[in-house]
């Protein structure tokens, strides 16, 4: 029998998205980054300045951010806007997270197994558009998406991976009680036929 993984929290109420950040940095390098705004869903990448920064490179402007999501493999935090700016910001790991990241520890989570789980993102990559270190994914449904991964091209998409967590309820019952986002891959368009 396998031993459970343990699934470590750290959290801050009413906390600045770029404050957040800052206080989490040391353990989010080259994180890719997932916002949300009113009017559109995009990827970023965390640079070693602390900044968030598009492929134009433009820098991101949290005004309108109301949901971030920046992941590496070993790390996640999600931060949900509550009221004018000011948010709860949550760190997830399997390993240990120490003091000095957000305000408080939150009770581990104990898994019984863990399952890897990808996103698939919508479009295909095109040949040209993409800045270094980027690529572009576009379709006639959505438009253009710019994703922080080099050479995805015709044929070919992208998705998130991830990992699902699972655990027993009170009743016996095995559910999903949490996932974590760990990276952005390439991957053969489920479209392309050959």
């Known amino acids: 029998m396998t031993s459970p993984t343990i699934l470590y929290g750290r959290a801050s109420e009413s906390v600045q998205l770029a404050v957040a950040i800052q206080q989490c940095q040391p353990l989010l390098e080259d994180a890719i980054v997932l916002l949300y705004t009113p009017s559109r869903c995009y990827l970023a990448v965390l640079?070693?300045?602390g900044h968030c920064y598009e492929a134009n490179p433009q820098s991101v402007n949290y005004e309108s951010v109301f949901e971030a999501r920046l992941f590496t493999p070993t790390h996640e935090l999600r931060w949900l806007n509550d009221d004018g700016g000011l948010g709860?910001?949550?760190l997830l790991s399997e390993d240990a997270i120490g003091d000095g990241y957000l305000e408080s520890?939150?009770?581990g989570l104990s898994a019984i197994a863990t399952v890897p789980q990808q996103y698939m993102l919508w479009g295909e990559g095109i040949e040209q558009g993409a800045?270094?270190?980027w690529s572009t994914l576009t379709t006639a449904r959505i438009g253009r998406l710019s994703v922080p991964e080099?050479?995805?091209g015709i044929g070919q998409g992208a998705c998130l991976q991830s990992r699902e967590y699972l655990a027993a309820s009170d009743f016996g019952n095995v559910a999903v009680v949490?996932?974590?986002?760990m990276s952005l891959s390439a991957v053969t368009s489920p479209n392309k036929t050959t």
Not at 178 to 181: A, D, G, H, M, S
């Open 47 to 49: 640079s070693k300045d």
């Open 88 to 90: 709860r910001a949550v």
């Open 105 to 107: 520890e939150i009770d």
């Open 131 to 133: 800045a270094d270190g």
């Open 150 to 152: 080099e050479g995805i």
């Open 178 to 181: 949490e996932e974590r986002l």
